[in-house]
């Protein structure tokens, strides 16, 4: 799934979700050591657990960040399995 962030300095995510599991997010532009520590860090975890623990937060006076934007990129994800 590729995903066009808003509000970040990433400019894409390309994320490779199966069965509800991220395989793996690869952050296009941004803090290069953050985006690929956050790739890192959700490995393997299960979408949902993604979602709730990276939704919400915010970089500096910005009202998102490039967690949050991954976080609303597995929620698109999410709605258009439904």
Do not use: H, W
Request: a negative charge; charged letters at 25%.
């Amino acid at each position: 799934m590729i995903y066009k962030p808003e509000g970040v300095c990433a400019q894409l995510l390309n994320l490779d979700i199966e069965d509800g599991i991220v395989k793996s997010v690869e952050f296009i532009g941004g803090c290069a050591g953050n985006t690929q520590g956050i790739a890192s860090l959700v490995k393997g975890m299960p979408v949902d657990d993604v979602i709730e623990r990276l939704e919400g937060i915010k970089c500096g006076f910005k009202d998102t960040s490039c967690p949050d934007q991954l976080s609303e990129a597995l929620k698109k994800y999410k709605n258009e399995q439904q």
